[in-house]
C-alpha cells in the first residue's frame, strides 16, 4: 500500500494560483505536480473561498502601545518582585526560626539571654 504524501501549504497555494490562472487544465497541472486532479480542485476551493480572510485581516492595525501604560506596568513589576524578594527573605528566616527549639522562658522575655 502506498503511503499518502502530505503537501505543505506553499506547495498546495502554488498549484492552486495556478489552477485560478487558467492558463493549463487541472490534468496538465495533475501530471506536472502528481497529484490528483480532485486534491487540485480542493485546494483552489479553499484559496478561492480564503480570499476575504486576507483582506478583512489585512485592514486591522496592530494596537498601538502606550508609553505610559508600558511605564506604570513595568513600575508595577518592579513593586512585585521587591514585595516577592521581601517576602522569600522573610519565609527563609521564619523558616530557620521555626527550626530551632525554643526557649519558652527567653522567648517569653523571663530569663535574660545572658
Keep these: 500500500m502506498k503511503k499518502r504524501k502530505n503537501h ?3 506547495f498546495k497555494a502554488r498549484v492552486a494560483l495556478e489552477a485560478v490562472k ?3 487544465t487541472v490534468s496538465e497541472l495533475a501530471a506536472e505536480y ?3 486532479p480532485t486534491m487540485i480542485h480542493q485546494w483552489k476551493r479553499a484559496l478561492l473561498d480564503g480570499v476575504t480572510d486576507i483582506f478583512e485581516r489585512g485592514g486591522k492595525r496592530a494596537p498601538e502601545i502606550d508609553e ?3 511605564r506604570s506596568l ?8 521587591v514585595a516577592n524578594d521581601l517576602y522569600e527573605r522573610d519565609s527563609v528566616k521564619g523558616a530557620q526560626f521555626i527550626a530551632r527549639p525554643l526557649d519558652y522562658g527567653r522567648h517569653a522575655g523571663l530569663i535574660s539571654a545572658g
Excluded at 74 to 81: S, Y
Design 34 to 36: 502528481g497529484v490528483h
Design 68 to 70: 505610559d501604560t508600558v
Design 8 to 10: 505543505d501549504a506553499g
Design 22 to 24: 487558467g492558463e493549463r
Design 74 to 81: 513595568h513600575a508595577k513589576i518592579g513593586e512585585l518582585a
